[in-house]
């Protein structure tokens, strides 16, 4: 399978190095373009990468074409390109519907695909928008590919706006509280690199557990908190501090904002 990337950013970049680590891609099975030469260069020289002379030049080598441009790019990138109906399109660009990339593009088989930020590390949750026009086959392939930065989940369109406030921005939220966990460790003696290290390792070994169990996440609170313990005592700590009403205002905060950006 060739694999085509037009834009070769940091989101592109982390997607061809877990294709290749994962092994699903030969080296020389991919090739990219980006927006200078210069740029070109350095990639090829830093990746042992083959980059293209043209965006048109990844349309004709591809099998699947992944299109990573920026928002604001897309426009003038789509409008020179001559795409295949039956070219497999799936496009990260942030704020492009299926619509939208309809209107540029003659291909019919287009997947909007939304990583978040720990693709760099193969632990991304990954939402792949459905399309009825685009065949099992072509799901399954899309699927297949971006388990390669992590896990995926199949939603609406129309739901892909909740998908980015509950994966692409919660890790800022996440990096919050860990900082908050360790700076409170950092108060009592503890060095702030241990402690973000400790916290850090307990936040993805509690999203683990909660994955691998049957149990609800409020199940393994109680589980943890022996009666009387000191568990118990900063869960209530927290129930009192109204922190669950904070990350759901949080929440709705980032639904209008949403609501708001897509009305501009």
Do not use: C
């Amino acid at each position: 399978m060739k694999i085509g990337f037009i834009g070769f950013g940091n989101m592109a970049r982390a997607i061809a190095k877990g294709l290749l680590n994962k092994q699903l891609v030969n080296r020389e099975d991919l090739l990219f373009s980006t927006y200078s030469a210069e740029s070109r260069q350095l990639i090829e020289k830093g990746w042992k990468l083959k980059g293209a002379q043209s965006n048109q030049q990844v349309v004709d080598f591809s099998d699947v074409l992944i299109l990573a441009v920026k928002p604001h790019q897309i426009d003038n990138v789509l409008s020179q390109l001559s795409i295949p109906e039956d070219k497999l399109v799936l496009s990260v660009a942030a704020g492009f519907t299926v619509e939208k990339l309809h209107h540029y593009l003659s291909a019919k088989q287009i997947l909007r695909v939304m990583p978040n930020l720990n693709a760099q590390v193969e632990a991304s949750m990954t939402a792949i928008v459905e399309n009825p026009e685009v065949s099992n086959e072509q799901k399954q392939q899309a699927d297949t590919l971006f388990q390669a930065v992590g896990e995926t989940v199949f939603l609406p369109e129309e739901q892909l706006n909740i998908f980015i406030g509950l994966a692409g921005s919660s890790p800022a939220l996440v990096f919050m509280f860990i900082d908050t966990l360790a700076r409170s460790a950092v108060k009592y003696g503890m060095p702030k690199d241990k402690a973000v290290k400790i916290a850090s390792q307990a936040v993805m070994g509690s999203g683990k557990t909660l994955i691998a169990s049957d149990d609800s996440p409020w199940n393994l609170i109680d589980r943890v908190s022996s009666p009387g313990g000191i568990t118990v005592e900063a869960v209530t700590s927290l129930l009192q501090s109204d922190f669950s009403d904070a990350l759901i205002t949080s929440f709705d905060r980032m639904m209008e904002k949403d609501r708001q950006m897509s009305e501009q």
